[in-house]
C-alpha cells in the first residue's frame, strides 16, 4: 500500500523538495472580537482566538493558522493541546533535520497520533515557505487551476426566524453563491421551511454539527423535502456507520465534516455510502498532506468536495483559498469575507467577495497577502518562540 501522500504524482516539487532548514517557530495567540456571534448546536461564541505560526529558515518566513478553539466542542483539539503537541513535539520534529518536502514532514509528523489541527499548522507554514522558496503561490505549488473559487456563508442559530433572513437576504444581496443555516433539534424543520418558503431556488444547506442521532429520523427525513444541496454532520463526529444508515434512506446528500479526519476515513466513508460530499477542512484532516490526497481521492470517484471553514484570519483563509483552486472543488466552500468575520482583519489585503459570489486566488508568490504584523502584535495575548537545537 503506498502512504496516502504518493498518491499524487503530478506535483513533485510540492512532495519532494530542495532540503530548507527551519531554525525558528515562531506561535502568537491573536485575540480578534467576531462581528457578530456565532452560535453553533454546541454553543456560542463571540471571539476568536487566533493562532499563528510562522517558522523561519532561509532567510525567509512562511505563516500558518492552527484552528483549534478555546473549547473543545468541534472536536477533541484545543488551543491548549495544540500549544502542547506544537511546543513539546512538532516543532523540534520540523527543525531537527532539513525538510525535504511535505512528504518528508507527513512522515515525521506521523509518528504522533491524532493533533490534526497542531500539525496542519506547521505543514501550512511550511508549505508558504516552500512557496516562497519556489518564488510561487500556494496555489500553482499545490496543482489549482481556479483564478476565482465560488463561496457561499454559513450562518449561526440566530434569535428569531426574522433576524435569520434578515441576514440571509444580506448576504445573498452581497452575491454569496450558497446559504448554510446551523441547525439544531429545534432550530430545524420550521426554520428551513421558512427560509425555502421566501427563497424557492438559492443553493441551501444546513449544518447539525452532530446534534442528532438515529432516534431522530423522522426529523432527519422531514428534511429531506426542502431540496438542499446537503445535510452536513447530522450524527456523532466519528460515526460512519449510522451515516451510512441514514444516507440509504434520504434523497439528500450527506456531507460529512467531523468525520472525515484522514484520506483514509475518507475512503471508508465512501466505501459504506456514509455521505457523498466531502467538506475538506486542512486543520479537521492534518494538512495538506492530507487534505490533497482526499481531494485527488473524490475527485477520481467523481464525489464533489469542497472547503471547509473554521472562522479563520485571514492566514488561514488565504491557505483555504488556494486548496479550493483545485479542480474537484465545484462547491461553494465556507469562505466568507474578512468583513464578514472581523472588524480588521491580520492580512493586508483582506479577502473580498465579488457580486459573483466568488472570490479571487492570489497569483503572488507565497500566501499572496502581507501579514499585518503591527496589527498582528497590537492585539497578541501570547508570544514565544521555538529555537532549533544545534
Ligand atoms: O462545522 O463547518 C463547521 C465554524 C467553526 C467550527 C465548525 C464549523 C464552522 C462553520 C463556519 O460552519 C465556517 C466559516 O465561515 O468559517
Ligand atoms: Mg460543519
Known sequence: MPEPWNDSGARAELWVAEPAVVDRVSIRLVRLPLKEAFET?????????????SIKGVGLEGWGEVVSAEKPFYSY????????????YLAQSLMAQPVSGLEDLAARFARFKGHNMAKAGLELAYIDLLARIQNRSLSRL???????????VSLGIQRSIGDLLARIDAYL???????????????????????????????LSVDANSAYTLKDMDRLRA?????????EQPLDHDDLVDHSKLQAVLKTPICLDESITSRRRAEQALDLGSCRLINIKIGRVGGYSQAIPIHDLCHQRGVPVWCGGMLESGVGRAHNLALASLPGFTLPGD????????????????????????????????????????YVESRTETFEHIDRKT
Open 335 to 374: 469562505i466568507s469575507a474578512s468583513s464578514r468575520y472581523f472588524a480588521r482583519d491580520l492580512i493586508v489585503p483582506e479577502v473580498t467577495i465579488a457580486t459573483d459570489g466568488t472570490a479571487a486566488v492570489p497569483s503572488r508568490p507565497g500566501l499572496g497577502f502581507e501579514v499585518d504584523l503591527p
Open 41 to 53: 448546536s454546541f454553543g456560542s461564541v463571540d471571539s476568536r482566538l487566533i493562532f499563528l505560526v
Open 142 to 152: 499545490i496543482g489549482g487551476v481556479r483564478e476565482r473559487v465560488p463561496v457561499g
Open 77 to 88: 483539539e484545543t488551543i491548549g493541546t495544540s500549544l502542547h503537541v506544537i511546543r513539546d
Open 173 to 203: 444581496g452581497l452575491g454569496y453563491q450558497r446559504i448554510k443555516i446551523k441547525i439544531k433539534p429545534g432550530w430545524d424543520v420550521d426554520v428551513v421551511a421558512e427560509v425555502r418558503k421566501r427563497h424557492p431556488d438559492i443553493l
Open 223 to 231: 428534511l429531506d423535502e426542502f431540496d438542499l444541496l446537503m445535510i
